[in-house]
């Protein structure tokens, strides 16, 4: 049996495979993103070479409107960095479990995470400590994640022209991102980052080249960074007063 055989096999990623959930939501996200890039002005080819190397559709999504409005290469390079600076976050999550391999697998396996695979790993694997096949039902859930990402993706933009935009697709889109989002927010740090961000984007909404949504990041990792600061002396507090 080839290894690739024996990996499809494996129980580890098949489970790995089964537990990528919010599929229709990455769907309608990924379908989203690629008629977006193909009606905001990209070549074909340049739209699917977007699509299969950049593999981030919120960075995708907001370094769009930028090309189209001819905005400098280090303000489209910003917004990008900006918006997937929680990924530095997550990869000290991925750590316990992935740092032990070779550096070149680590690349190749951190390229393709998506934030649904930590959300998916952590609740079917709640422990920080490193555990045999997990690698294995990572790779299931990135493999998963990236088809039903890619697909959508790229049949957006063949079929860009077929698909009307009364469809509302952006809407169906952006309800898709608010319940990927959701899952994320799970205490108050959060909560309070997703707010600040909210309220940031709102108030810096008049910025040109879409700058707010740079704002509205700056905004959310401080909140965050803030919120983790307080509760943590909160804890120290409370565990000299006993």
Avoid at 43 to 55: I, K
Avoid at 88 to 96: G, L, N, Y
């Amino acid at each position: 049996m080839t290894p690739l055989r024996a990996l499809l096999h494996d129980s580890h990623f098949r489970r790995g495979a089964r537990h990528a959930r919010f599929r229709p939501g990455i769907a309608a996200w990924g379908l989203v993103t690629g008629v977006a890039m193909a009606k905001s002005g990209l070549s074909l080819p340049l739209a699917v070479l977007m699509s299969l190397t950049v593999y981030a559709g919120s960075a995708q999504l907001a370094s769009l409107p930028l090309l189209a409005a001819g905005a400098p290469l280090w303000v489209i390079w910003a917004a990008a960095f900006c918006v997937n600076l929680r990924f530095v976050i997550f990869s000290a999550q991925w750590r316990v479990h992935l740092g032990h391999l070779p550096r070149g697998r680590r690349l190749a396996i951190g390229y393709l995470l998506a934030d649904l695979n930590l959300i998916a790993f952590q609740r079917a694997r709640p422990g920080a400590q490193r555990e045999d096949g997990q690698v294995r039902y990572i790779v299931g859930g990135i493999a998963t994640i990236w088809l039903c990402w890619q697909l959508p993706s790229l049949l957006g933009i063949f079929l860009s022209e077929a698909i009307p935009t009364q469809w509302g697709l952006g809407f169906a889109g952006t309800l898709a991102m608010l319940g990927l989002t959701y899952g994320l927010m799970h205490d108050r740090s959060t909560w309070t980052a997703a707010l600040v961000a909210g309220a940031a984007a709102v108030a810096a909404y008049a910025l040109p080249l879409k700058l707010n949504i740079v704002v509205a990041i700056a905004a959310a990792v401080a909140a965050g960074l803030l919120m983790e600061q307080a509760e943590r002396a909160g804890q120290k507090l409370k565990g000299g007063g006993a």
